[in-house]
């Protein structure tokens, strides 16, 4: 009897240890390892950001929502301002197509793959900060957050979209800022995001082409 309750409180102790061990190994990890590690486990998003695109015609401003899953198909739609709200462009993984309401027959027309649109979405970035080299990892006060911001570069040399900076909240592991810059350090978008969600449960008609 002694031995059978002797070997249960070492079985219980040991338990106990293991748990204490991975408690410490969570807390002793960085902010920047617990960052990558969500990084890492994304499986998709949605978001919604404001997204501010720069030119040597002007600049825009557009309210916009993001669907994009780590396979591949995307989403954006354009909320805000009334001449572009309802618009949206969406990858189903073979094709990208544009849909405006505006249009009289609504129709929907297949478009060439556009690295600046691509861009925009947080699983391009990732792939283009694994593949980076001499990446930089900073800290950065953004309002009253205290953030790690990373930084790629962008593959392919064009000229509007060179590198890309993501400012990532600490504690909460979110995104709050993206932007990507042009061959001459200038801003080219901006996106500042109001919510953002990981691994949600995303409705497959998201990423439908309606003919």
Same mark, same amino acid.
């Given at each position: 009897?002694?031995?059978?309750?002797?070997?249960?409180?070492?079985?219980?102790?040991?338990?106990?240890?293991?748990?204490?061990?991975?408690?410490?190994?969570?807390?002793?990890?960085?902010?920047?390892?617990?960052?990558?590690?969500?990084?890492?486990?994304?499986?998709?998003?949605?978001?919604?950001? #404001?997204?501010?695109?720069?030119?040597?015609? &002007?600049? /825009?401003? *557009?309210?916009?929502?993001?669907?994009?899953?780590?396979?591949? +198909?995307?989403?954006?739609?354009?909320?805000?301002?009334?001449?572009?709200?309802?618009?949206?462009?969406?990858?189903?993984?073979?094709?990208?197509?544009?849909?405006?309401?505006?249009?009289?027959?609504?129709?929907?027309?297949?478009?060439?793959?556009?690295?600046?649109?691509?861009?925009?979405?947080?699983?391009?970035?990732?792939?283009?900060?694994?593949?980076?080299?001499?990446?930089?990892?900073?800290?950065?006060?953004?309002?009253?957050?205290?953030? #790690?911001?990373?930084?790629?570069?962008?593959? &392919?040399? /064009?000229? *509007?979209?060179?590198?890309?900076?993501?400012?990532?909240?600490? +504690?909460?592991?979110?995104?709050?800022?993206?932007?990507?810059?042009?061959?001459?350090?200038?801003?080219?978008?901006?996106?500042?995001?109001?919510?953002?969600?990981?691994?949600?449960?995303?409705?497959?008609?998201?990423?439908?082409?309606?003919?």
């Amino acid at each position: 009897m002694k031995k059978a309750i002797c070997a249960l409180c070492i079985a219980c102790f040991s338990i106990a240890f293991a748990g204490c061990n991975k408690m410490t190994e969570q807390a002793q990890m960085t902010e920047m390892e617990k960052i990558q590690k969500q990084l890492n486990e994304m499986e998709n998003y949605q978001c919604s950001a #404001t997204m501010e695109r720069f030119s040597n015609k &002007g600049n /825009n401003t *557009y309210e916009t929502n993001q669907y994009f899953k780590s396979t591949g +198909e995307y989403r954006l739609e354009l909320t805000a301002p009334e001449t572009v709200a309802g618009n949206y462009t969406v990858f189903d993984g073979e094709k990208i197509c544009q849909f405006n309401p505006r249009v009289s027959s609504k129709i929907v027309k297949q478009v060439p793959e556009s690295q600046q649109r691509n861009e925009l979405f947080l699983g391009q970035f990732l792939k283009n900060y694994m593949q980076s080299e001499g990446v930089t990892v900073e800290a950065a006060a953004l309002d009253e957050s205290r953030c #790690t911001v990373l930084e790629a570069v962008i593959p &392919g040399g /064009n000229e *509007y979209t060179a590198t890309e900076k993501l400012w990532v909240d600490n +504690e909460t592991l979110k995104p709050v800022q993206f932007i990507i810059y042009d061959s001459k350090g200038n801003e080219t978008y901006h996106l500042s995001y109001h919510t953002f969600e990981y691994n949600v449960e995303l409705d497959d008609s998201l990423f439908q082409i309606i003919e």
